[in-house]
Antibody
């Protein structure tokens, strides 16, 4: 069974870049027709999709965040990463990484989530 | 962008009740909708995908259906472990959007 684990700083200053990594076990980020996603959830609020990287390396982002987001993969470490630039307090949230069902974008396996707070 | 409107935002129900949650898509998305259960402090758990396909390991009291752009999650007989927040997620055209969530509480 696939397992995902998010890691990265829990505190980021306003205007700086948020960087998170998702480490994958039990599966490969570079094989199978899977989408590897980042999502987030502000405290007490709903879920927001940030974007994905496909096993082939293709990416797609939420239009509302596209200008600030980069998702990349390191196949040698079986990880994929999120960079979100120019953060503000509105970016404070629990960030999740997730893998899709094969051939569909529907997210199937999720990490446990990591809280990122934007504050000076 | 495709919007998904979920209703109700909350409901109170008793053990054994039949519970339904609805999502309406702003355009035709075919069967590209899933349902998730989220408990406090936990990641969402996939229950239903492709509108009506039960994820492996999910109890059969959960079911999903579609009528046009309207999608329904039904819990046939509510159990204590089902008190949670439920979200729909559409994945049409390689973009994900979520409904606002439905919190199912104990009456």
């Amino acid at each position: 069974q696939v397992q995902l684990e998010e890691s990265g700083p829990g505190l980021v200053k306003p205007s700086e870049t948020l960087s998170l990594t998702c480490t994958v076990s039990g599966g490969s980020v570079s094989s199978g027709h899977y989408f590897w996603n980042w999502l987030r959830q502000p405290a007490g609020k709903g879920l927001e999709w940030i974007g994905y990287i496909y096993y082939s390396g293709d990416t797609n982002y939420n239009p509302s965040l596209k200008s600030r987001v980069t998702i990349s993969a390191d196949t040698s470490k079986n990880q994929f990463s999120l960079k979100l630039s120019s953060v503000t307090a509105a970016d404070t949230a629990i960030y999740y990484c997730a893998r899709s069902i094969e051939g569909k974008l529907t997210t199937q396996y999720w990490g446990q989530g990591t809280l990122v707070t934007v504050s000076s | 962008a495709i919007q998904v409107t979920q209703s109700p935002s909350s409901l109170s129900a008793s053990i054994g009740d039949r519970v339904t949650v609805t999502c309406r898509a702003s355009q035709d998305i075919g069967n590209d909708l899933g349902w998730y259960q989220q408990k406090p402090g936990k990641a969402p758990k996939l229950l239903i995908y492709a509108a009506s396909r039960l994820q492996i390991g999910v109890p059969s009291r959960f079911s999903g259906s579609r009528s046009g752009t309207d999608f329904t999650l039904t819990i046939s007989s509510l159990q204590p472990e089902d008190f949670a927040t439920y979200y729909c997620q559409q994945d049409y055209n390689y973009v994900l959007t979520f409904g606002g969530g439905t919190k199912v509480e104990i009456k």
